[in-house]
Nanobody, 129 residues
Framework: EVQLVESGGGSVAAGGSLTLSCGMSGITTKSYCMGWFRQAPGKELEEVAAIDTDDYTTYGDSVKGRFRISQNDARNTVYLQMNNLEPGDTAMYYC????????????????????????WGQGTQVTVS
């Protein structure tokens, strides 16, 4: 059973930085994609960033140039480094695992949440004021 646990959320002033972590366990597939998504109150789930097991990365337009997704060599933790945070970044942030054998799987899987089934973490709150 895949288990994903997010951590690192908190409150930060505008212009500040935070780094989120997603601890992963129970993954048995060799190739896959890990994504970060966020949902603000009253808004739809929004794509943030994704990375596959070949270290291909892709970003949502609203965070490009400010956020960076990465993973450790053991492939058991995915990070989201968030810089120059804005009040509009306030949301619950979720990590998710989904299908990813080639780069385009990760690219389209980030942008179309209905494209493949995915495993989700419980989320971590980020508040920017």
């Amino acid at each position: 059973e895949v288990q994903l646990v997010e951590s690192g959320g908190g409150s930060v002033a505008a212009g500040g930085s935070l780094t989120l972590s997603c601890g992963m366990s129970g993954i048995t597939t060799k190739s896959y994609c890990m994504g970060w998504f966020r949902q603000a109150p009253g808004k739809e789930l929004e794509e943030v960033a994704a990375i596959d097991t070949d270290d291909y990365t892709t970003y949502g337009d609203s965070v490009k140039g400010r956020f960076r997704i990465s993973q450790n060599d053991a492939r058991n933790t995915v990070y989201l480094q968030m810089n120059n945070l804005e009040p509009g970044d306030t949301a619950m942030y979720y990590c998710a695992k989904f299908f990813g054998q080639v780069n385009s799987d990760c690219y389209y899987g980030l942008r179309d949440i209905s494209k493949w089934p995915r495993d989700w973490g419980q989320g971590t709150q980020v508040t920017v004021s």
